[in-house]
């Protein structure tokens, strides 16, 4: 088994040297967990993307198949569809 330092210059990616290289105060530990966060983020997105997706055409197939309601009641007698409109004066 090798000392840490040497498994950590064995063990180094080329994105993480390059990192390193542009900012030298960074850890190559730190730059592998951020590399590996971010591989890990975009999965877990590209499945949260497809599943909202699924969930989408759901319901637009729902919307289609269920029939459109209907206004069978009148509207009260105190109702006043103009108080809704905005005002112009």
Not at 4 to 22: K, W
Not at 28 to 38: C, F
Not at 69 to 88: K, V
């Amino acid at each position: 088994m090798l000392p840490e330092t040497e498994q950590e210059h064995t063990a180094e990616e080329p994105e993480a040297v390059q990192a390193q290289e542009a900012h030298p105060g960074i850890h190559p530990r730190l730059t592998r967990a951020s590399a590996s966060m971010r591989t890990r983020v975009r999965a877990d997105l590209a499945t949260l993307q497809t599943s909202l997706n699924r969930l989408g055409q759901s319901i637009a197939a729902a919307h289609r198949t269920e029939p459109r309601p209907t206004a069978q009641a009148a509207p009260p007698r105190n109702f006043r569809a103009g108080a809704f409109t905005g005002r112009h004066d």
